[in-house]
T-cell receptor, first 110, second 113 residues
Framework: SQQGEEDPQALSIQEGENATMNCSYK?????LQWYRQNSGRGLVHLIL???NEREKHSGRLRVTLDTSKKSSSLLITASRAADTASYFC??????????WGAGTKLIIKP | DAGVIQSPRHEVTEMGQEVTLRCKPI?????LFWYRQTMMRGLELLIY????????DSGMPEDRFSAKMPNASFSTLKIQPSEPRDSAVYFC???????????FGPGTRLTVL
């Protein structure tokens, strides 16, 4: 069963705007990761946030984690056309397995 | 580092034929994962190897699917006989034992006619 569920399923914004995607999960986690997938490509790791962290930054990315609500958000600031991709959250279900959400498809309009 | 390498990138075959997908993980990584991605089912873990040993193959859909990892630098996923419902993108990913991040290959797009 899927643990991580992203919303919205799709998001279309103008270049330069901020994009926010959310992820909810069901069980306790050690960490949560966000990945990006460009069309026709493999997934690329963006950022990992541990359960004892509340916020993490990497360049234009900001990730928050609320373990009490079992949710995370990914904020991309000052979006660019190159940010057009699908974004997935993944939670650790065991010491090796990641549980993947269905992804949010982000379209940046020029 | 070249990253995870998969071949072929695209495969078109007819129903009933055998298909072999190949993966070379990142050097030094001791964990290898095979995933299947479809629009309907999303990303599904098929099998997980650790130190070349299959640890969890519960995601392998049926006996037509088999996977091997004869050494630390090579793995195969075989489908025999293939069926149209096997059409999907198959990804290989690897990770080191000390981190949770997985590194994905570019995938093999399989079409079974």
């Amino acid at each position: 069963s899927q643990q991580g569920e992203e919303d919205p399923q799709a998001l279309s914004i103008q270049e330069g705007e901020n994009a926010t995607m959310n992820c909810s999960y069901k069980t306790s986690i050690n960490n949560l990761q966000w990945y990006r997938q460009n069309s026709g490509r493999g997934l690329v790791h963006l950022i990992l946030i541990r359960s004892n962290e509340r916020e993490k930054h990497s360049g234009r990315l900001r990730v928050t984690l609320d373990t009490s609500k079992k949710s995370s958000s990914l904020l991309i600031t000052a979006s660019r056309a190159a940010d057009t991709a699908s974004y997935f959250c993944a939670t650790d279900a065991s010491n090796y397995q990641l549980i993947w959400g269905a992804g949010t498809k982000l379209i940046i309009k020029p | 580092d070249a990253g995870v390498i998969q071949s072929p990138r695209h495969e078109v075959t007819e129903m009933g034929q055998e298909v072999t997908l190949r993966c070379k993980p990142i050097s030094g990584h001791n964990s290898l994962f095979w995933y299947r991605q479809t629009m309907m089912r999303g990303l599904e873990l098929l099998i997980y190897f650790n130190n070349n040993v299959p640890i969890d193959d519960s995601g392998m859909p049926e006996d037509r699917f088999s996977a091997k990892m004869p050494n630390a630098s090579f793995s195969t996923l075989k489908i025999q006989p293939s069926e149209p419902r096997d059409s999907a993108v198959y990804f290989c990913a690897s990770s080191s034992g000390s981190e949770d991040t997985q590194y994905f290959g570019p995938g093999t797009r399989l079409t079974v006619l």
